[in-house]
């Protein structure tokens, strides 16, 4: 598969089936993927790896604090603005009414949102989540280059067909996963990515959300 392929394959899967990866296969995963560019090669992602039984502990941990209301609490403060600008509003309350609606759920309904975010705190069922973790003394630019090489293991994972979800709730309760998988104090709890096999019997996976076309996006001056 080449790079435009994998790119244009690559989606967020919502449910993952319950067979689960072995280790050797997300170290390669990684080993491939810690290529992606750092500000002055400084490399400041450290990384953590729930698989399993570990897994399934901050599952049942994060669905018992969601039903139990207890507020979130990220190392990164404030992960989204206090207000988006419009058009991204727009984007992003599109993307909800679109999911739901192509699952059924009732968009107007009360539930619709939690049942959403039960999914989300639930891993979507991945067999495994990749913590991302960096320095608490850095600043944004280096969560710049922990998205690069989220994405390089999304890209990664798709050679080895296997499905991601990368998610900001998945790092909603860092105090959980940083007793879970013994991340140290001085580490920040950044963003997880779920990963594992595609359930391709769930409607959710075969579900694509809209791409802004190009020449919305891009303006080049000659």
Known sequence: MNIIETMKSRFTCRAFTSEPIDNETILSIIEA???APSWGNTQPWEIFVANGKSTDRLRKAYSERLSKGVPLKPDITR???????????????KLMHDLAEFLGLDRNGQNVMRDLMVRNFRFFDAP???????????????????????QSIMLVACEYGLGTAVAVQFASYPDLVRQELG?????????????????TTRPQN???????????VVRIKD
Do not use: Q
Not at 133 to 146: E, K, V
Not at 206 to 216: C, G, S, Y
């Open 33 to 35: 993927a810690r290529r």
């Open 206 to 216: 075969t579900f694509r959300a809209t791409r802004r076309a190009v020449d919305e």
């Open 79 to 93: 992960p989204g603005p206090k207000d988006w600008p419009p058009a991204l509003k727009e984007r992003s309350e």
């Open 183 to 199: 991340i140290p104090e001085n580490l920040s709890v950044c963003i997880g990515i779920a990963i594992g096999k595609i359930d």
């Open 128 to 150: 495994s989540v990749i913590f991302l973790c960096m320095d608490r003394s850095l600043t944004p630019w280096s969560l710049f280059d922990l998205g690069a090489i989220s």
